[in-house]
């Protein structure tokens, strides 16, 4: 029902900021909880952030917690993390994604975008 594109990624030194962005096509963007994920080289995908249908409601892992934002715009479809301080162990490929959910977090998304690659350098 709805299809994720992340841009916004690129190459950066430690202590910049970026901001990725996820634009989301569909008419029901609205039902879904959203979230960000991130895979680092060599590991497995772990959570970042989410946030609930409304934006009212947002989670963070403690890696991230106090530098990274996650918000939404509903009427433009787009979902976004503002990445502030990045470290070189933020160094990932980060994907959005969605889930059809009341619930005010994620926990089975069922819709992924392709990922934007993210490198942060000492």
């Known amino acids: 029902?709805?299809?994720?594109?992340?841009?916004?990624?690129?190459?950066?030194?430690?202590?910049?900021?970026?901001?990725?962005?996820?634009?989301?096509?569909?008419?029901?963007?609205?039902?879904?909880?959203?979230?960000?994920?991130?895979?680092?080289?060599?590991?497995?995908?772990?959570?970042?952030?989410?946030?609930?249908?409304?934006?009212?409601?947002?989670?963070?892992?403690?890696?991230?917690?106090?530098?990274?934002t996650i918000s939404r715009d509903n009427a433009k479809n787009t979902v976004y993390l503002q990445m502030n301080s990045l470290k070189p162990e933020d160094t990932a490929v980060y994907y959005c994604a969605a889930e059809a959910t009341s619930n005010v977090r994620l926990s089975d998304p069922q819709f992924w975008g392709q990922g934007t690659q993210v490198t942060v350098s000492s």
Do not use: H
């Open 1 to 68: 029902q709805v299809q994720l594109v992340e841009s916004g990624g690129g190459l950066v030194q430690a202590g910049d900021s970026l901001r990725l962005s996820c634009a989301a096509s569909g008419r029901t963007f609205s039902n879904y909880a959203m979230g960000w994920f991130r895979q680092p080289p060599g590991k497995e995908r772990v959570f970042v952030a989410d946030i609930s249908r409304g934006g009212g409601v947002t989670n963070y892992a403690d890696s991230v917690k106090g530098r990274f």
